[in-house]
């Protein structure tokens, strides 16, 4: 019998992955990496603090059995609302990117929403998704 939650479970824990890639990488190489992207440093290390954080949670809904799809549900809400912000931020700031950083942004948000998309098929996948309490 196959487990239905394995299409979430996996995309959850891809999703914790880069998100620990990613935000360690904004906390290690911030000074580099605003010189490349035009992305102010302390907005990178804010970022990088809140990744790490994220793929934390991520990681710990990922790896509970069954998986809480309330939990899920937020997680898919976080991942839109980075997408929506990354499109915010290309249009008010663009001026202030470089070419790097904007395709930079471009294609962590389109990875990010390919994440969100592949979660709901994996949520819906699951049948019953009623919110629960933890």
């Given at each position: 019998m196959t487990d239905k939650s394995n299409?979430?479970?996996n995309t959850l824990l891809i999703n914790?992955?880069?998100?620990?890639?990613f935000g360690g990488?904004?906390?290690?190489?911030?000074?580099?990496l605003a010189?490349?992207?035009?992305?102010?440093?302390?907005?990178?290390?804010?970022?990088?603090v809140g990744l790490v954080l994220f793929a934390a949670d991520v990681a710990?809904?990922?790896?509970?059995?069954?998986?809480?799809?309330l939990f899920a549900k937020l997680i898919i809400a976080a991942d839109v609302a980075w997408v929506v912000g990354s499109g915010l931020s290309?249009?008010?700031?663009?001026?202030?990117?470089t070419v790097p950083g904007q395709w930079t942004i471009?294609?962590?948000?389109?990875?990010?929403a390919v994440l969100a998309v592949l979660q709901t098929v994996g949520?819906?996948?699951l049948g019953d998704h009623h919110p629960r309490t933890a």
């Open positions: 299409l979430l479970r914790a992955g880069s998100s620990l890639l990488a904004a906390l290690a190489f911030a000074d580099p010189q490349w992207t035009g992305i102010a440093s302390w907005i990178l290390y804010v970022l990088g710990v809904t990922a790896t509970r059995k069954p998986i809480n799809p290309l249009l008010l700031f663009s001026g202030s990117l471009e294609l962590i948000a389109i990875a990010v949520l819906r996948r």
